[in-house]
């Protein structure tokens, strides 16, 4: 009996030194985590254009994955760098401005109060805003400033999200160049949580994981830059903050063009801006909007097996929990835990 009991307090205490090890190490590579699993997205998704680069130039397995990162960190970095600053620079007078209540709103167009149904109600609201902001947004004052910090701390994160971004691409050109060996390390562990379905839940991970990146986050990422530049070149207010509402409502697969129309309405109202200017901004925001429409076929041919829920609160939790990176990260992990879940669930067909 005292035997037993020796050996149950000595396997406790080996158990507890093991649990002890194991937070401390996360706790060291806790602010690796989120960049490095990013970068390990990024490279799935990427990995069949690595491949397809390999085979038709003869290039070494180094040489193609240096050439596809420089490629992403010009074609990416240099737009997400234009709208990032944007939506700093936005935030940071809105915020000011609902601080200090100093919120300028300009005038509505006359044209406003010829909006069938809607436009008379609209133009007076926003005559009345325009002319005391604080009596026509007094009831939701401490919302707004709630909205003003969250706004002004998620754009403060832009840039830090920006380096982020550069380092993973890097670390994902690395990935790719051991793509095969990384493969075998997840087919093993898989193999010793399954029992032996290491094969098929590896596959499953990876075609979720490229199926999630090219099909939603891709998409996402090009029609809010898209949006973005649109936005800028029009000089509309807010740019950069609008350009991240459509990125998020892209990802969580809500139609951005709830946000374009209405900007495209405000553009054809506004009596500085020339009529062609006018239909050119919409036949833009036309054409940005129906984007997932003609790429989502193209890029995601077997489609993402998950609940608009699930990528919802995938995206908006990932944001919550790491910023801008987490809104992308989010969205991947929800997707691959439940296809990953749902799988686990099945019994084991042989």
Sequence with gaps: MTDNKSTTIETAIQIALIALLGLWCFQIAKPFISPIVWAGIIAIGTYPVFLWLKDKTGLSAGW???????????????????ISGALIENAQTL?????????????????????PLIGEKVSKFWTQASQDPKAA??????????????????????????????????????????G???????????????????????????????????????????????????FMVMDIPAAGV????CLILAIVQIDILLVLIPISIYVFSDSSTG???????????????????????????????APMAVIFVGAIGGMMLSGIVGLFIGAVIMVLGYNLFMVWLKPETT
């Design 64 to 82: 193609a994955a240096t050439i596809i990162t420089i490629a992403m960190l010009f074609i990416l970095i240099t737009p997400a760098v234009l």
């Design 95 to 115: 915020s000011e401005h609902i601080e200090n209540d100093k919120l300028e709103i300009s005038p509505p167009p006359e044209s406003v109060a010829d909006w």
């Design 137 to 178: 947004f007094g009831r939701y004052n401490s919302e707004l400033k709630s909205f003003a910090k969250w706004v002004l701390s998620t754009a403060a994160g832009a840039s830090l999200n920006i380096l982020i971004f550069i380092f993973s691409i890097i670390i994902a050109g690395v990935f790719m160049v051991s």
């Design 180 to 230: 095969k060996g990384v493969k075998e390390t997840f087919v093993v562990i898989f193999d010793r949580v399954a029992g032996g379905r290491g094969i098929e839940l590896t596959e499953l991970s990876l075609s979720t994981v490229n199926s999630v990146v090219t099909g939603i986050l891709g998409i996402a990422f090009i029609q809010s830059i898209l949006a973005g530049l649109g």
């Design 242 to 245: 609008l350009a991240f509402i």
């Design 275 to 305: 009529t062609g200017m006018a239909i050119a901004f919409l036949v833009w925001n036309i054409g940005v909007g129906l984007l997932n429409n003609v790429l989502k076929p193209i890029l995601l041919a077997k489609g993402v097996d």
